[in-house]
Structures are given as C-alpha cells and as structure tokens.
C-alpha cells in the first residue's frame, strides 16, 4: 500500500468513526427523550391512579396504577405504583366482601422486597400491609407492625395507627397515650383522636364520654357514618343512655353499611328490644324472625339472649301466638334476667 493510499484509508477510519459517533449520540439522545415521555406518562398515571384511589374508585385506580408501574418499572414512579396497587386491589377486594382477594394483597405486597432488591419503601409496604391486616380485624398482626414502625421512625401516624387497631382489639389501658399527640403535629387527624378517644371510653363501659368524643368525631368526619365499627359502637352508647330513637336511627343504618354483617345478629338483638320497648310489634316480630332463621336456641348465644328476655312481653308474645315459647322456656335454662350486657363487649 502506497503512502497515499494508506493517508487515505485513515481519513476513511475516522470519518466511520465520526459517522459512528454520531449515529450512537441520536440514538442515546432518541432512548433518552422515550425515557423522558414514559416517566412523564408514568407520573401523570400514578397521581390519577391515586387520585381514583382517594374517590374510592378502585378499577380505575387499578388501571392507572398498572399502566404507571409498567411505564416505569425500575423508577420512582413504577416502584410507588407497585405498592399503591397493593392497596388499591385489597381496598377493591374489602368493597365486594372478598377476603381470598385481601389475603392475595397480602401476597403481592410481600413480594415488594424480592421484585425490587433495593427497595426504598418498605415503611410504606409494611404500613400498607398493617392497614389490611385492620381489614381483615387481625389486629394483634396490625398492632406489630404499627408499632415497629412507630419504633423505628418516630412518625406519630404510626402511633395513631397503634392504638385505633388497640382499641377496636378491646384494649382499655393505653388511653393515656393519646395525651401524648396533638393534633398539630403531622400525621394526626383530628377526629382519630376523638374517634380512638371514645372507643376507649366505650371498652371502659364510659358510655356518656364515648357518645361526647364519637359525636364529635363524626362531626368533624361524616365518613364515619360508613364505618361499620363506628355505628355499633355510637348506637349502643344510645342505647345503654337509652335514647331509643337515636339507637334505633344508627343500628337500622349500621344494618344497610355492614357489608361483612360483622354486626348482624348484635343489631337484630337490640333493634328487637328497642322496638318491643316502644311497642313497635311488627318490627320486633321481624327482628326475632331474623334471630331464628336456621339458629338452635339452645346453642346460640344471641337467639338464647333475646329468647330470655321475651317472657316480659306478654303483649306481644299473645298479639303472635308464640305457643311455642313458655313451653321452651320451661325447658331451659335461659334465667330471667336482662343480659344484654354481654355481648356489648365481645
């Protein structure tokens, strides 16, 4: 090869190389802009997709959040969407009374750490899965992981989170930790704590405090009134201060929001003697009617309550023909007594 030729193979080379240079640099610069775009569109879906979730219109919300996470699978934005869809499917699952689907959120969530192994949210994730838990009235699961939260981050919310899942347990003996939040600090909502506040009072049998702090709990947060463990507990705290008419209003609410019927037999029980009591014999007959279906008196505890109590209704026992109620009465061991106060606690 010639000196001339060889000058003219290098200029050759390296203008390859800039041809090279320059194809990569738009095709880096192509890759960046799409990644750019997907972010972008990744982030407007997520915050729609929380957006429904707040409205509580969790397909939409399922929706969105998907189409984020699969927009951003390795991002910020993509790795947010896989735990809000956690919430989203088991808040979706809650609204059609389909606990498998709250067990397999359980599932999806626990797969957070393993799909991303350099997880940034576990605070997130491990909240999310005590909020299930609460669905699912796991509460001693739901108190671990609030507290280790609470432990670890010195967050109020996760102690506000503690001690509703405390109290809705049964707990009587942690009320004085409320004196330690103020409503002030972030995190706390103000009407968790008259909420909390009365459940406490409510498990210490304090049922004119609980009706002063539930009353103003709802007052500050109408979406009370769709909370199943809200209403028993406001009714019943009418009920024991026998004001019938409001007792009489939340259980037949309670009764049209309990979609799990958690409640069920608790409010047929005293909407049976609320309207015994005000001689509302139709409604009762309906009541008992309901108690009955398919239940043994002698083995269920609810249907052998009420039965007991039935004898101080003679009016109504004659206006309905009940021959088969001294006979069974006679029977039995029912006792004579009110007990209805054994079931307010359990």
Excluded at 164 to 182: H, M, S, W
Excluded at 256 to 278: E, T
């Amino acid at each position: 090869m010639t000196a001339t030729e060889r000058v003219g193979w290098k200029g050759y080379r390296w203008l390859w190389a800039k041809l090279l240079l320059v194809i990569f640099s738009l095709l880096l610069s192509f890759s960046q802009e799409r990644l750019s775009e997907n972010t972008a569109l990744a982030q407007r879906k997520f915050y729609s997709g929380y957006i429904n979730l707040e409205n509580r219109n969790y397909e939409d919300a399922i929706r969105d959040l998907t189409s984020a996470f699969n927009l951003d699978r390795n991002g910020y934005y993509g790795e947010l969407a896989y735990l809000w869809l956690g919430r989203a499917y088991a808040l979706l699952a809650y609204s059609k009374t389909d606990k498998r689907g709250l067990i397999s959120a359980i599932a999806f969530l626990n797969m957070y750490p393993y799909y991303f192994k350099r997880a940034n949210y576990t605070d997130l994730q491990r909240e999310s899965l005590g909020d299930i838990y609460l669905l699912l009235e796991e509460y001693s699961k739901a108190k671990e992981l609030y507290l280790g939260l609470y432990k670890n981050s010195h967050q109020r919310k996760y102690l506000v989170k503690f001690l509703y899942a405390d109290v809705l347990e049964g707990g009587t003996k942690n009320i004085e930790l409320l004196e330690n939040l103020r409503t002030s600090e972030e995190g706390v909502d103000p009407s968790m704590l008259s909420l909390i506040r009365g459940y406490y009072f409510y498990n210490q049998g304090k049922f004119k405090e609980a009706l002063s702090e539930l009353t103003q709990a709802r007052a500050q947060n109408r979406n009370l009134e769709e909370d199943p463990h809200f209403l028993y507990r406001l009714a019943l705290s009418y009920y024991m201060l026998q004001d019938w008419r409001n007792s009489l209003f939340y259980f037949e609410l309670l009764q049209r929001k309990d979609l799990y019927r958690r409640y069920a037999d608790k409010s047929n029980y005293f909407l049976l003697f609320i309207n015994l009591d005000n001689k509302n014999y139709s409604e009762a007959m309906e009541r008992l009617q309901e108690l009955m279906k398919d239940r043994d008196p002698f083995t269920d505890l609810t249907l052998r309550l009420a039965l007991s109590q039935l004898w101080f209704y003679e009016d109504f026992i004659d206006k309905y023909k009940l021959s088969w109620y001294k006979p069974l009465l006679k029977m039995s061991t029912f006792g004579i007594h009110r007990l209805g106060w054994l079931m307010v606690r359990t």
